[in-house]
């Protein structure tokens, strides 16, 4: 007994051993201290330096490889953000904000004196020229015209964290530190006005879940996880993490990681609790890109940008729907992120007998997947059925090294038309209005249904059997149709007959007629 126990404990710990093992982080950038990264609109990733040596990098390559943009500084670069436009702004402390319209290649020069002499701590793009710049003792500053003028909106509180809400254009998040004065403050009309503070920690860093809710990570006493789910209106403190926090952000699952004293620290509960991840120098901001982490750490021992790879991620599917259009199947599917995804076999099984213990699995289509991405990305197929029945698909999802795995299946009754129908216009009777709204014209629904695809058409016809318009003439597929005839004014009332012909297209021959009444009254 004593040795199955034994046992079973040096196989928990070669299990925990191997488990952080497996998180390994490698570093980038050696002899440099890191404060800053972020990631532009198009995929490159910038980084700022603390302390000396200095420069802001830049990789092309997902942090693989950096070259140094601009060395010339004599500041901390505290945070980089990019407009709709991918214009750079750095924060640049008693420097002020560094601009770059080139990717990086020049910056100009936007002063402190322009924000009242204050620090500049952290800065925030957006769409058409706007930009927000958080100081420290100054609160926050404005910009419509890509930062050549400002205007202060918020006064009095150092501002170390800024973001955009996801869903809400309108909405813009600042969070304060310092030893007096700190919470989390909103706008609500783009950034004209702040409210708050709406809570009271130290807010370094603000995260918004895809559910909408927003997190509040920071330094405070007892380093407090809180949230919010209206918005930032009201807060629940959550959880806690083990250090003071500088920065966090999501993976492409949504678990955290948040930077700090100590490390990095990664919850998968949301932010309930976290734990150490193989990552124990001092660090700062840190991002997600694709499936990969990167964190700035600083000091020249230890310092460096420092890249975890995550090989778990799998492709997320959100949903998988199938509906009949017409004759065919419309298959829709969605995803939340991919990891080298090549693509989704559709497969199909067929019960026509309704013989629902006959499964037979068919590959009918394949579509090419996204790769790698941390976008919802929207997929469709039209699946043409010819017959009636009972039909179940699933979807394969394959990666680039042929591993896969299957989706839910997905159930739908197919009901096709079997006969020839032309149906009584509705309304019947119905009249010409002389109301403005309506233009003078009054409409009625004409529909029709068909078993075989071909060529179908609808004439209007008068008593005598005059032509007196074509409503339809075309190629239609089997299954229902309607089309909304707006009868014209000069139209006289009277009784009119509607006749629809379908045509075989191989041959040409009438394989259907039908005439119905319909009655015009003013």
């Not at 039909?391 to 591993?403: A, E, P, T």
Request: aromatic share 14%; charged share 15%.
């Amino acid at each position: 007994m004593k040795n199955h126990l034994l046992l079973q404990i040096i196989l928990l710990l070669i299990f925990l051993f191997e488990s952080v093992l497996t998180q390994t982080w490698i570093r980038k950038n050696e002899g440099f201290g890191f404060w800053a990264i972020e990631k532009d609109n198009i995929g490159n990733i910038y980084a700022g330096t603390t302390g000396t040596p200095r420069g802001i990098f830049k990789s092309t390559d997902g942090g693989d490889t950096w070259t140094n943009l601009y060395l010339t500084g004599t500041t901390n670069y505290l945070e980089i953000s990019f407009d709709s436009f991918n214009n750079v702004y750095v924060a640049a402390g008693s420097a002020g904000v560094l601009k770059s319209t080139d990717g990086g290649t020049t910056f100009t020069n936007i002063p402190a004196s322009t924000f009242g002499g204050n620090s500049v701590n952290t800065v925030l793009g957006g769409s058409n020229g706007l930009l927000f710049v958080g100081v420290t003792n100054g609160g926050v500053y404005r910009s419509t015209d890509f930062g050549n003028t400002f205007s202060q909106v918020l006064s009095g509180y150092s501002i170390v964290s800024l973001e955009f809400d996801k869903f809400n254009s309108n909405f813009v998040y600042a969070g304060s530190s310092s030893t007096t004065i700190n919470g989390f403050f909103r706008s609500t009309d783009g950034g004209l006005t702040f409210s708050g503070p709406l809570n009271s920690i130290n807010v370094w860093e603000i995260l918004q879940n895809q559910d909408s809710s927003l997190l509040t990570l920071g330094t405070s006493s007892g380093y407090p996880v809180q949230k919010s789910t209206n918005f930032g209106l009201n807060w629940t403190t959550i959880g806690s993490t083990p250090a003071a926090i500088r920065g966090a952000c999501l993976d492409l699952v949504g678990n955290i990681y948040a930077a700090g004293n100590g490390g990095v620290y990664k919850s998968t509960n949301g932010g309930v609790t976290f734990s150490n991840f193989n990552l124990t120098f001092s660090s700062n901001k840190i991002i997600s890109y694709q499936n990969k982490i990167l964190v700035a750490v600083s000091g020249t021992t230890n310092g460096g940008i420092y890249i975890y790879t995550d090989q778990a991620i799998p492709v997320e599917l959100k949903y998988f729907t199938a509906e009949q259009v017409s004759e065919k199947v419309l298959l829709k599917w969605s995803t939340a992120t991919e990891l080298n995804n090549k693509g989704f076999e559709i497969e199909r099984v067929n019960f026509l007998n309704q013989n629902l213990n006959n499964e037979k699995w068919n590959r009918i289509a394949f579509i090419d997947g996204k790769g790698t991405s941390t976008e919802q990305q929207n997929y469709f197929y039209y699946d043409e059925i010819i017959k009636s029945g009972t039909y179940k698909y699933r979807l394969k999802q394959i990666d680039f090294d042929g591993s896969f795995s299957y989706s839910d299946e997905i159930l739908i009754e197919v009901n096709l038309p079997d006969q020839f129908v032309l149906y009584q216009n509705y309304p019947n009777p119905f009249s010409v209005t002389s109301s403005p709204s309506t233009g003078g014209n009054s409409s009625t629904v004409i529909s029709w249904q068909s078993p075989v695809s071909g060529q179908h058409t609808i004439k209007l016809f008068d008593v005598l059997g005059r032509e007196m318009e074509t409503l339809v003439d075309g190629y239609y597929e089997a299954g229902k149709h309607f089309i909304l005839f707006t009868i014209n004014s000069s139209l006289p009332s009277g009784i009119y007959f509607y006749q629809f012909k379908a045509v075989d297209p191989s041959n040409g021959s009438i394989v259907y007629r039908d005439t119905k009444k319909m009655v015009l009254m003013r």
